[in-house]
Structures are given as structure tokens and as C-alpha cells.
């Protein structure tokens, strides 16, 4: 018998997808229970076959033998099984069934990376330095200082937008005294200084945010305070999450612009390689502030009566076709 992509059940994972109604983590099994489950005390065929990408095209429907490649269960699309599906359909020469599934994956892995709201950002830090401090005591040794962000100087993000980072941006974090930790390389591994033992100090001033860290006696931060004071290690990221920010798309062919207003902190850190080079977390960082302005297109084109399209000033990438697909999805179920 043939089997081919069942495309409302296609539709069903997408959505499921879309709605954030996924298990990441648990390993794949599909029993006759299972099964039973799906199909109910109502024997509701429709609902059983909307949880399968496959279909056997000569088998009757209302039975469970016309139904190929399950992906989910208790109301979740999941990972495992979707994984399973593609390695089992490339073995059975189902192409549409393979494709089908590896959309769902690339769907997965954009729904996982525009709903992160922790962003790490880098600053060329040449006033990072190493001063000495004398007195006595724990506060008597070397004291590293220097910005971890400066304001009002724009920021090429991944060349699909600009950012600035505006005074007062990190004046409501230190008031609230967030407890604030220094890392070496944003490893929580290695603790420098943490503002609740007082040996991270943050101030906001004309310039930026200004960082104190006192580190530990240990022989890593050691090296660490030796690196710096070498100019082997000269630049500093932190960790943040925005809670007010404004937007301007840009004219003349510039790209958007986003103003930071107001952040909490999470860490701050200096680092050996700028981290939206080096870490995954930062590359998920610009797919989330894309997410954010594609939902507002979405939203205006919808009170104007029209359908959206991605715009990423010039740049028709593949990533934001995903973004968009998945806000529409979204949109739509909340409509």
C-alpha cells in the first residue's frame, strides 16, 4: 500500500507548534493505549487521524491501519517522535512525509529561539583595567573597572538591525538592587563578584554602566586579573533582558533601529570573544527582537485588512519566513 503525507495532520503539528504545545525532552513511545486515547470512548476517527503525518491511501479510514507516523500525544507535538518520523520515512522512501517533518523541526527550533527574552550584547571595553587597592582587609587588592555597556553609540546586530542603548536604561536595576552576578566568559562556573555580597558594584554615569568587581583569591581569577592587565582580555558583555524599548524602521534604505530604554541585569562579563561571535544564546538574542516587530506588522496588517509580509530592510532570509509563519499561526488562533 502507498503511503502519502496526510496534510491535515500536518496542519495539526504546525499549529501545535505554533501554540508553544511541545515536549522537548521526553523520549518517544506510542502504544495501543496511546492509541485508544486518541480515539476516544466517541471513536472520533477525525481526531485519531490529526495526530498522524501518514496516511495509507488504500486502507479504510475508519481504522487504525490507515494511519502512519504518529507525532504526538496528551496534547503535545513531540520532539522525539517528529525526529523519529524523518529518520523512519528517509528509510521508506517517504519523501513528502521526510520534508514534512523536517519543517516541523525548523518550526521547533525558531519557536525556541524567538521566545528566549535573554539577550547578551559586547562592548570593545579599552578602559577595562586593573587598579589596586590598599587599606587592609578584603577590599585591599585589585579591583577590575571599566563599561559593560556605553550609551547613545550605535550597534550593527547581526546585520539586520541597529541598537542603541539609551541613558537610564539600567537605573531602575540598580535602584532595585538585582542581584546582579560578574562572570568570567558569562560562566556561572566562575563567579567574580556578585552585587548582593558587595563585591560587584554597578553605577550608572554620563558614559554608561560602570562596573566594580572585586574577585576572588582564587587562582583562575588570578590569571584572569593577570590576562587583563596583559591587554589579553580587554572587552566586556552582559546579560539582559529589555523591559521598555522603541523602534524606528529606518529610512533610506537603514537599517531599523532599536532603542534600549529599560533593562534587567542578569551578569556582567568580561569576555576573551564578542558574544554574539562565540555563544548560541546571543544569535537567538536578534531572532527575538525581529519576533517582536514582525508580530506588530502582523498585528497592523490585520487591523488594515491585509495580509503581512516579512520585511528585514532588504534581507529575505529564511529565518524570518519561519518567524512569520509561526506568528501567523499564532495570530490566527487568537483571532
Known amino acids: 500500500m502507498a503511503v502519502e503525507l496526510y496534510r491535515p495532520g500536518y496542519r495539526h503539528a504546525r499549529d501545535l507548534i505554533a501554540a508553544g504545545k511541545v515536549d522537548e525532552d521526553s523520549s518517544w513511545s506510542f502504544t495501543a493505549a496511546d492509541g485508544d486515547a486518541l480515539l476516544g470512548d466517541d471513536e472520533d476517527w477525525g481526531r485519531y487521524a490529526s495526530w498522524h503525518l501518514g496516511r495509507e491511501t488504500e486502507a479504510d479510514r475508519e481504522t487504525k491501519a490507515a494511519w502512519r507516523y504518529p507525532f504526538g500525544k496528551d496534547g503535545k507535538v513531540y520532539r522525539s517522535a517528529v525526529r523519529a518520523i524523518r529518520s523512519r520515512a528517509a528509510q ?62 550605535e550597534t550593527v546586530i547581526n546585520g539586520w538591525f541597529r541598537e542603541v542603548i539609551r541613558r537610564g536604561a539600567f537605573r531602575r536595576a540598580i535602584e532595585e538592587e538585582q542581584d546582579v552576578r560578574a562572570l568570567w566568559n558569562h560562566n556561572p562556573d566562575y563567579v567574580l563578584g556578585r552585587t548582593r555580597a558587595g563585591t560587584l558594584r554597578l553605577e550608572e554615569d554620563e558614559r554608561g554602566l560602570r562596573v566594580e568587581i572585586r574577585p576572588p583569591r582564587t587562582t583562575w581569577a588570578t590569571d584572569l586579573v593577570e590576562s587583563i592587565r596583559r591587554g589579553d582580555v580587554s572587552q566586556m558583555s552582559f546579560a539582559f533582558r529589555v523591559r521598555r524599548e522603541a523602534h524606528d524602521d529606518g529610512e533610506d534604505d537603514r537599517l531599523p533601529l532599536r532603542e534600549i530604554l529599560d533593562v534587567d541585569l542578569y551578569d556582567v562579563s568580561p569576555v576573551t570573544y564578542p558574544a554574539y561571535e562565540a555563544t548560541a544564546i546571543s544569535a537567538r538574542s536578534p531572532a527575538h527582537v525581529v519576533r517582536t516587530w514582525i508580530s506588530d506588522r502582523i498585528e497592523l496588517a490585520s487591523q488594515e485588512g491585509r495580509e503581512p509580509e516579512p520585511e528585514a530592510s532588504g534581507q529575505e532570509l529564511e529565518t524570518l519566513r519561519l518567524y512569520l509563519e509561526i506568528e501567523r499561526l499564532r495570530h490566527r488562533d487568537t483571532a
Do not use: C, K, S, W
Not at 525548523?106 to 524567538?114: C, G, H, N, Q
Not at 559586547?122 to 586593573?130: F, H
Open 92 to 153: 521508506q522512501g517517504h519523501d513528502d512525509i521526510f520534508e514534512a517533518a523536517g519543517r516541523l523541526l525548523e518550526l521547533m527550533d525558531a519557536r525556541a529561539e524567538v521566545n528566549t527574552d535573554r539577550e547578551v550584547r559586547m562592548l570593545d571595553a579599552a578602559g577595562l583595567a586593573v587598579e589596586t587597592r590598599e587599606g587592609g582587609g578584603e577590599d585591599e587588592g585589585p579591583v577590575l573597572v571599566g563599561y559593560a555597556a556605553v550609551f547613545d553609540e
